[in-house]
């Protein structure tokens, strides 16, 4: 019997997790991994086993090593991974965290928090990619960062927000990131406002607002997120 293919998600908080992207790894035959970053002992990993890896957001920061020291395991980890060659997404920390790994700063937004839905420009490089899918004309995104990258040398911009240029990146054909979330699910979302009520009422505003956007846009992004990764992961050959 063939072995099914297999996608590691690197997890950094307990709501954050694949969303809408999940139902559709499984529906290709993928096995889905969870691991914690904190608690792995990434001296058992070859990053180069997985036939994907997606490294998901979290609340915390890149540069914040002193008070994260798993942070330097798991760019180690990255960094092997990106010189592997194969697939490699990353949502918002996973995103900077891997534009870190790939030689770029990363910093805190110097617009502020960015929190709540609106809608990103898909550029022109980015509307040869599966992220035309995203584009404002068809769907609002959820934003929800305080912290920013620059962009890796050799990478490609795709996207950008009114407050943060650097929304979405490629870098070569395996590695997709993006500082937004089209990943996010009414479920899980529930539990993103209740534990950050100090962020949103930082950024002025409100659970209840952030819930009906939520109601209005999110099963619009869900199907756009669909067609995104389907298409994505087809050009990858998964």
Known sequence: ?????????????????????????????????YFCSRNIDYKGLFASDPDLVINLGG?????????????HAEQQFIAERIESEKPLMGICFGAQMIAKA??????????????GWSKITVNDEGMKTPFRHLDGSK???????????????????????????????????????FQCHPEVTPAKLKLWYASNRHDIEEVGQT?????????????TLSKQAVLFLNEWLDEQGL
């Open 207 to 219: 659970v209840d607002q952030l819930q009906k956007d939520s109601e209005v846009h999110n099963e």
């Open 139 to 177: 769907t609002h995104m959820l934003h929800w960062h305080g912290d920013t990258f620059d962009l890796p040398d050799g990478a490609v911009l795709l996207a950008s927000s009114d407050h943060y240029q650097k929304q979405a990146y490629s870098y070569g054909d395996h590695i997709f990131c």
């Open 1 to 33: 019997m063939q072995n099914k293919k297999q996608i590691w998600a690197i997890q950094h908080i307990g709501y954050e997790d694949l969303g809408s992207f999940e139902p559709v790894l499984k529906s290709r035959g993928f096995e889905v991994k």
């Open 102 to 115: 790939l030689g770029a700063n990363t910093y805190a937004g110097p617009q502020g928090k960015e929190i």
């Open 59 to 71: 609340p915390m920061s890149v540069y914040d090593d002193e008070k994260h020291p798993w942070v």
